[in-house]
């Protein structure tokens, strides 16, 4: 028996590719509704071998849907969780309006899979930030073996992370270089984006770090361990898909490089790409479509006494928003809903 899935949002990048991937993974879907907003309506949207049609998410009755996958951004989550939830639907939120709320779990399947049954206190699961998600899948095993006290991570995030306008303006901006009176202004970003990187990622708070680099913080605390101490510095990159992130860990106890490389060969989601060689690691154009978190490399921190460096990538569209959305689905439906249908 299949569920009835509502995939709200399902015209942006995150939205789409949700139901590619309830295609590729064959979730058990007898009846999908793709929602957007009215401006969107009638849309087509491809889900495996079918054509969607957009339906208007204003006016949408969630009653009889069982998981709604919301990718709409905080304001309209806040207009419409609500209704859903007091439909009896059980929604997985990409946004960040839920994630540090205490009844609400915060999810990554390879982390913390046990928190799903914490779900009924307000029929919410948060999805975690992009750069957490990939993060806290590298850094779970190394913490379960040697306990870690201390990260500083420096990220390398694509355009994508800030949707399809971001998108444009790179390609725009980039053929406007070369193209004397078509150059682009910065409008999705507050400087030039082509050939050019970015130390700001969101708003600046009033302690100078930006609100990512806060969210990387408070949801690492929140998934993995509030014990751990975490510094980042987030940068916007001229990169279409896939975010990188240069990782500094101090653990509480030694753990080699090599028993660390063996450790991440076998953890879930985790593939490991580490050759001492010309391109032996990943990048993000390698990592675009696949499903992994890619770790290379991995090497011992001189200067500490129990250190090591490691480089992380993944594709911030799949493991870092729809991919994490439809593995909490699967969890739900493994260990929840199954046991009520």
Sequence with gaps: MGYKIAVCGATGNVGREMLNILAERLFPVDELSALASRRSLGTECSFGDKVLKTKDLDTFDFKGIDIALFAVGSEATKKYVKKATDSGCIVIDNSSLFRYHPDVPLIVPEVNPEEILNFDKRNIIAN???????????????????QIKRVVVTTFQSVSGSGKEAMDELWAQTKGLYVPGQEVDPKAYPKQIAFNVIPQIDVFL????????????????????????????????PVFVGHSEAVNIEFEDFLDEEEAREILRQSPGIIVVDKREEGGYTTPIECAGDYATFISRIRQDSTTENGLNLWCVSDNLRKGAALNAVQIAELLGNKVLKKEK
């Design 128 to 146: 975690p930030n992009c750069s957490t998600a990939q993060l806290v899948v590298a850094l779970k095993p190394l913490h379960d073996r040697a």
């Design 206 to 237: 009033d302690d100078g770090q930006t609100k990512e680099e806060w969210k990387m913080v408070a949801e690492t605390k929140k998934i993995l361990d509030k014990k751990i101490k975490l510094t980042a510095t987030c940068v916007r990159v």
